[in-house]
């Protein structure tokens, strides 16, 4: 039997799951910066702000489009405590200092990707989405089989996202050009570390996919 993760998606059995893609590290406002001064946030933060609004938002819109319109599953993972205080946060995001509160704007997906519908929001209050939340007894409920992934951190939740999904038997997808992280070396290096456990492809190449896919799916007299 010859096994690849080299498989187009189908539709029906695939979601795009935007990881923490959220006020609090994704708009400039954002908890996550409070306390740097304007010379601290542009020193560090502003590459990655410039390619954040530049490239990756935009390659993001345009996944999200091309899942709606494929009626195939759009989900969002954000980091958010299931309490005011934080006290269920793991003791990771506890050194870290990580505190989105339950309900708080941080904890909101940033209004450029707004949520649309019934589309699913999972909080999470750890690095990987699938240690905090239900999500594998949602995608298996759903009739997930291919999980497509963008979103924030590369090296850091996107990476833990990927390396759970495959362990749990999911064909993962990364769009490399809609994840970022702070630098482009550590996304780089990310990329390349990851790629063992995912397919790794363009926006482009995936809305691609989307678009062939759909076309096979018409009827033969369209």
């Not at 990881?19 to 306390?35: K, L, M, T, W, Y």
């Not at 996202?161 to 990364?174: E, F, K, S, W």
Request: hydrophobic share 40%; charged share 25%; aromatic share 8%.
């Amino acid at each position: 039997m010859n096994l690849t993760r080299d498989l187009p998606l189908v539709p029906e059995q695939s979601a795009l799951l935007f990881i923490d893609v959220q006020n609090f590290g994704a708009h400039r406002e954002g908890a996550e910066f409070v306390g740097l001064s304007e010379a601290e946030f542009e020193a560090k933060y502003s590459w990655y702000f410039n390619e954040l609004d530049a490239r990756v938002i935009p390659n993001m819109q345009s996944l999200q489009a091309a899942f709606r319109k494929a009626k195939a599953e759009v989900m969002y993972t954000t980091i958010e405590s299931l309490t005011l205080d934080g006290r269920d946060r793991s003791l990771d995001y506890k050194i870290t200092g990580f505190h989105v509160p339950k309900g708080s704007w941080d904890g909101k997906v940033i209004d450029q990707l707004a949520v649309e519908g019934d589309e699913i929001v999972l909080p999470k209050t750890s690095s990987s989405v699938f240690i905090s939340t239900n999500i594998d007894y949602v995608l298996r409920n759903l009739g997930i089989r291919q999980l497509v992934i963008s979103g924030l951190v590369t090296d850091q939740c996107v990476e833990g996202a990927i390396r759970d999904a495959c362990d749990l038997g999911y064909l993962v997808t990364q769009v490399t050009d809609a994840c970022l992280t702070y630098t482009q070396e550590r996304h780089d290096n990310s990329v390349r570390a990851i790629k063992g456990y995912c397919r790794q492809v363009t926006t482009k190449e995936l809305i691609t996919e989307l678009r062939t896919a759909a076309r096979s799916h018409q009827p033969a007299d369209q």
